[in-house]
């Protein structure tokens, strides 16, 4: 999201010596950030996997390598989405769900059954970054220099608001499984993680809509330009999206269950209405997440989200009957978070004029 802003605004700036000086430190902080979430989460994988009641900590300790990866990876993909090599991003997005699938079959059927599939995972961002790093090289005007670990760091201050929101955005799409495998028994946590795989595809078929959404938004921020009209088209298409999705996955839904996961976890069906609303409040907040993002509006968003995410935590860990429970109080609280930001920029827009012009006096 951050190389993605910065490679947008340089860009409708035309100013490659600019763009460089931006994007380096930024891939470069990548790095930096990517090596220390490993090392960190390697030392504490012990930790981790107690926590996580798994017996095995390897599966952590790889878990964590593709952490790192993936954040280079990201980074390079933002600058193309910035770009608005949109044809190449879309590029790097198969080639690693394709090296993902290849080498994960690759590996488990060479006999490495779950390490396997893992390691193809952790595998498969190397791959696509590097078809990133060579989409880049060839049609955008940038050209990479490492920076220091001084100059790299002076970033976090005035990247800190993309920060926070990254990780309230992280937590509302990932913190429901965490809370419902501390809250209750692993059966339980077993089938909510099953329904909830499927029942998030709504939101990650609509999420293909952010990577169009953003580099415009932000190109339309830098030159003063109207962007609510590209907010209301991301949010129509993608309620679309995740409506129409959800609605086959509640009818269909057991057939998959039973394809996937197996006549075990049949029990997960019954989550699926709850977490298809829960997938649509969340396509609502990240397109607004998003949108804030690259039109730098992220103040409102990040002090609802923290608040939010308190909120959310505290009120579930004191009342949840049920898994069914946590999602729906995560799903009206996400909501509220989404229609108050849109509030918000509504507001804002109307106080600048971008929406409504002011009405004439009569002489």
């Known amino acids: 999201m951050i190389a993605s802003r910065a490679t947008a605004q340089e860009s409708i700036r035309k100013n490659r010596g600019k763009l460089s000086a931006t994007l380096s430190p930024i891939i470069s902080m990548s790095v930096f950030f990517g090596l220390a979430m490993t090392v960190l989460c390697l030392a504490l994988s012990m930790s981790i996997a107690s926590w996580l009641q798994l017996d095995n900590?390897?599966?952590?300790?790889?878990?964590?390598?593709?952490?790192?990866?993936?954040?280079?990876f990201n980074s390079l993909c933002g600058i193309l989405q910035?770009?608005?090599?949109?044809?190449?991003?879309?590029?790097?997005?198969?080639?690693?769900?394709?090296?993902?699938?290849?080498?994960?079959?690759?590996?488990?059927?060479?006999?490495?059954?779950?390490?396997?599939?893992?390691?193809?995972?952790?595998?498969?961002?190397?791959?696509?970054?590097?078809?990133?790093?060579?989409?880049?090289?060839?049609?955008?005007?940038?050209?990479?220099?490492?920076?220091?670990i001084s100059k790299t760091l002076s970033l976090l201050k005035p990247l800190?608001?993309?920060?926070?929101?990254?990780?309230?955005?992280?937590?509302?799409?990932?913190?429901?499984?965490?809370?419902?495998?501390?809250?209750?028994?692993?059966?339980?946590?077993?089938?909510?993680?099953?329904?909830?795989?499927?029942?998030?595809?709504?939101?990650?078929?609509?999420?293909?809509?952010?990577?169009?959404?953003?580099?415009?938004?932000?190109?339309?921020?830098?030159?003063?330009?109207?962007?609510?009209?590209?907010?209301?088209?991301?949010?129509?298409?993608?309620?679309?999206?995740?409506?129409?999705?959800?609605?086959?996955l509640c009818i269909f839904g057991k057939p998959l269950i039973d394809l996937f996961f197996g006549e075990r976890y049949t029990s997960s069906i019954g989550y699926l209405p709850a977490v298809s609303a829960l997938a649509l409040s969340l396509t609502l907040v990240t397109i607004v997440a998003n949108f804030a993002a690259a039109s730098n509006r992220m103040g409102f968003f990040n002090a609802s989200g923290a608040i939010g995410v308190a909120v959310s935590a505290g009120f579930i860990t004191i009342w949840h009957p049920n898994a069914t429970s946590v999602i729906l109080v995560l799903a009206c609280i996400i909501a509220i978070i989404a229609i108050a930001n849109l509030i918000h920029i509504m507001l804002q827009a109307r106080s600048s004029d971008q929406t409504w012009p002011k009405r004439r006096r009569p002489l």
């Open 57 to 72: 900590t390897s599966v952590v300790a790889i878990a964590t390598l593709f952490v790192g990866f993936n954040c280079v």
């Open 82 to 148: 910035g770009g608005d090599q949109l044809n190449h991003y879309g590029g790097a997005q198969v080639a690693s769900m394709l090296s993902k699938l290849a080498f994960s079959l690759f590996f488990v059927i060479a006999g490495l059954n779950l390490i396997g599939a893992m390691a193809g995972i952790v595998i498969a961002p190397v791959f696509a970054g590097l078809y990133c790093a060579i989409c880049i090289a060839r049609h955008l005007p940038f050209s990479f220099t490492f920076t220091g």
């Open 160 to 248: 800190r608001n993309l920060l926070i929101l990254q990780v309230v955005l992280a937590v509302f799409t990932n913190g429901d499984i965490l809370l419902v495998k501390a809250l209750f028994s692993p059966e339980v946590a077993g089938a909510y993680s099953s329904g909830m795989v499927l029942g998030k595809i709504p939101l990650f078929a609509s999420s293909a809509l952010v990577g169009v959404l953003f580099p415009f938004v932000a190109a339309s921020s830098t030159n003063g330009g109207n962007t609510l009209r590209l907010l209301w088209k991301a949010i129509g298409y993608g309620s679309i999206i995740a409506i129409a999705c959800s609605l086959a």
